[in-house]
T-cell receptor, first 120, second 111 residues
Framework: DTGVSQDPRHKITKRGQNVTFRCDPI?????LYWYRQTLGQGPEFLTY????????KSRLLSDRFSAERPKGSFSTLEIQRTEQGDSAMYLC??????????????????FGAGSRLTVL | GENVEQHPSTLSVQEGDSAVIKCTYS??????FPWYKQELGKRPQLIID?????GEKKDQRIAVTLNKTAKHFSLHITETQPEDSAVYFCAASYGYSTLTFGKGTMLLVSP
């Protein structure tokens, strides 16, 4: 499978616990994005990386959230001290970025299947 | 930042009818407008996109139109089929900026 992979697909946790999600992007993509999606809403941007550099973070990303992409390949999103309001689908996406985006004028995102978090 | 409004939130049509979903955006610098389809429990998938130097783009039964002056763009699906039932999201971005999504339209196509 050469698409975007996310793990785990489902996570149920108790309030106050820490959780970590992993995303493996398409191998040739240098940009990686994290979005959050709640029921009946569109994906909301959280953060993105170009290679290993985290270039932008949304104000939705509180200090309990941290994301890493240590070697510019896979990424992890950790949520500390989870709250019930963190229950959502966490979507990862990747794109080529770079000159391809500039030349084409299109930052085409390919999404993973998501990691659904339920906080009890 | 960019703000994308999408209407309607739900749309019910009979099989064979046409469906139109409309979006407006706030940032006049936005130049890329994709549409994603998300079936229940599945990932959003790109179905069509348009760049600001084009007014209309077609791909079989789907088409997207863009009015830069009015800052709105629309998705048109003709000859709808039950398998078109899904949630459709519009989005907008400029260059390297992140995609901002609308809240989605649930399309229900009845046989």
């Amino acid at each position: 499978d050469t698409g975007v992979s996310q793990d785990p697909r489902h996570k149920i946790t108790k309030r106050g616990q820490n959780v970590t999600f992993r995303c493996d992007p398409i191998s040739e993509h240098n940009r990686l994005y994290w979005y959050r999606q709640t029921l009946g809403q569109g994906p909301e941007f959280l953060t993105y990386f170009q290679n290993e550099a985290q270039l932008e973070k949304s104000r939705l990303l509180s200090d309990r959230f941290s994301a890493e992409r240590p070697k510019g390949s896979f990424s992890t999103l950790e949520i500390q001290r989870t709250e019930q309001g963190d229950s959502a689908m966490y979507l990862c996406a990747s794109s080529l970025g770079g000159q391809t985006v500039l030349l084409s004028g299109a930052n085409v995102l390919t999404f993973g299947a998501g990691s659904r978090l339920t906080v009890l | 930042g960019e703000n994308v409004e999408q209407h309607p939130s739900t749309l019910s049509v009979q099989e064979g009818d046409s469906a139109v979903i409309k979006c407006t955006y706030s940032d006049s610098a936005s130049n890329y407008f994709p549409w994603y389809k998300q079936e229940l429990g599945k990932r959003p998938q790109l179905i069509i996109d348009i760049r600001s130097n084009v007014g209309e783009k077609k791909d079989q039964r789907i088409a997207v139109t863009l009015n830069k002056t009015a800052k709105h763009f629309s998705l048109h699906i003709t000859e709808t089929q039950p398998e078109d039932s899904a949630v459709y999201f519009c989005a907008a971005s400029y260059g390297y900026s992140t995609l901002t999504f609308g809240k989605g339209t649930m399309l229900l196509v009845s046989p």
